[in-house]
């Protein structure tokens, strides 16, 4: 006992750990995450074939998924390091821009351009295929094209509004 109290952040670092621990395996596990809109993994089933899957749908590769989704206060976690990283300056988080005045953006820097093209035929196809029906199309821009005084500086998103006039052309 005396070897233990030798090294106090050792054991407290260890206690943590199986406190930690206890309350993953005591938590229920979630269906969905309110704060990402999107479902969670759940606990996957075991058996032998699963395992010797190395594919994205065997047990390894699905049960650190289920572990990264069900930990005890995911939720509160995701918002510290969010909080941290927006006080170090971070303009981005997986995917998302933040903006002045608590505005989040999409970042958008490729698009596919066969499925566009794909998309404006079909649309063009739709017109001629039905002349005399009146068709209305809206083709609206992502927020970071019309909220602009609150985008970050120098995000580096593809120029909407030209592709959009350049569809319209194409129409």
Not at 134 to 149: F, G, I, N, R, W
């Amino acid at each position: 006992m005396k070897r233990l109290l030798r090294y106090p952040v050792s054991v407290f670092f260890f206690a943590l750990i199986l406190l930690l621990c206890a309350l993953n395996i005591l938590s229920p596990d979630r269906e969905t995450s309110e704060a990402e809109n999107r479902p969670l993994q759940q606990k996957p089933t075991f058996s032998f074939s699963s395992m010797l899957d190395s594919s994205e749908r065997g047990f390894a590769q699905r049960f650190e998924k289920y572990l990264s989704d069900q930990f005890f206060g995911r939720d509160q976690w995701i918002t510290a390091k969010s909080v941290a990283e927006a006080a170090l300056g971070k303009i981005e988080n997986n995917g998302v821009a933040y903006g002045r005045d608590g505005y989040l953006f999409g970042i958008y820097r490729t698009y596919d351009e066969e499925n566009y093209d794909g998309n404006v035929e079909s649309l063009a196809e739709l017109a001629q295929a039905a002349p005399e029906l009146q068709k209305t199309v809206m083709l609206v821009p992502s927020a970071y094209e019309v909220l602009t005084d609150r985008v970050p500086a120098h995000l580096g998103n593809i120029d909407e509004l030209t592709k959009l006039a350049d569809t319209n052309g194409r129409l």
